[in-house]
């Protein structure tokens, strides 16, 4: 099996742009997924296929993936983004679905 | 929208076993692909397994730390997926959910969850 590193935590002041990643070799031959999960709520599609928005997700949602990281994106930061943020990909060869250990975000 | 409401879930005691259930509705539920998810407290995301619409075969998978305990079924006549937990340990603590599995060739994600049900087991 295989790991998917995320920082812990992550802080921004509300408007700027916060940068979560996801780091595992090669995770740029993979399509990543992200899930938002507020306190207390089941977790949301926010991007899938690395850079897609499910329909009702805010433009300012974004991801990217290459190399040995990928990387979501959240503009304009509200208070209403603070949440654990997860990535998640697939592994072929043994089936797998394998979660990072997801990223709290904090808006100061 | 896509509803998926879970039940079931309780305290037991180690060793003992638990029947998760899973409601779905408004979609097509025979078709879909599901999976279960669990959260352990102040934790995060994990996979314990997965189960095909019957069309491509019907057939589940597990992750390790839950094979051969686990059981996960399905009633399409009830749009009713099932976790049936047998011999739980301590560490299977947790809120379990239900989800929504999206296959493609080269991937695949969970589109839709449901509220959660939480599991404990403590003696």
């Known amino acids: 099996s295989y790991v998917l590193t995320q920082p812990p935590s992550v802080s921004v002041a509300p408007g700027q742009t916060a940068r979560i990643t996801c780091g595992e070799n090669n995770i740029g031959s993979r399509s990543v997924h992200w899930y938002q999960q507020k306190p207390g709520q089941a977790p949301v599609l926010v991007v899938y296929d690395d850079s897609d928005r499910p329909s009702g997700i805010p433009e300012r949602f974004s991801g990217s993936n290459s190399g040995n990281t990928a990387t979501l994106t959240i503009s304009r930061v509200e208070a209403g983004d603070e949440a654990d943020y997860y990535c998640q990909v697939w592994d072929r060869i043994s089936d797998l679905r394998v979660f990072g250990g997801g990223t709290k975000l904090t808006v100061l | 929208e896509v509803q998926l409401v879970e039940s079931g879930g309780g305290s037991v005691k180690p060793g003992g076993s638990l029947r998760l259930s899973c409601a779905a509705s408004?979609?097509?539920?025979?078709?879909?692909?599901m999976s279960w998810v669990r959260q352990a407290p102040g934790k995060g995301l994990e996979w314990i397994g997965r189960?095909?619409?019957?069309?491509?075969?019907?057939?589940?998978d597990y992750a390790a730390p839950v094979q051969g305990r686990f059981t996960i079924s399905r009633d399409d006549s009830k749009n009713t997926l099932y976790l049936q937990m047998n011999s739980l340990k301590t560490e299977d603590t947790a809120v379990y959910y239900c989800?929504?599995?999206?296959?493609?060739?080269?991937?695949?994600?969970?589109?839709?969850w449901g509220q959660g049900t939480l599991v404990t087991v403590s003696s």
């Open positions: 408004r979609f097509t539920f025979r078709n879909a692909w």
């Open positions: 989800t929504t599995e999206r296959p493609t060739a080269v991937t695949t994600r969970f589109d839709y």
């Open positions: 189960i095909k619409s019957k069309t491509d075969g019907g057939t589940a």
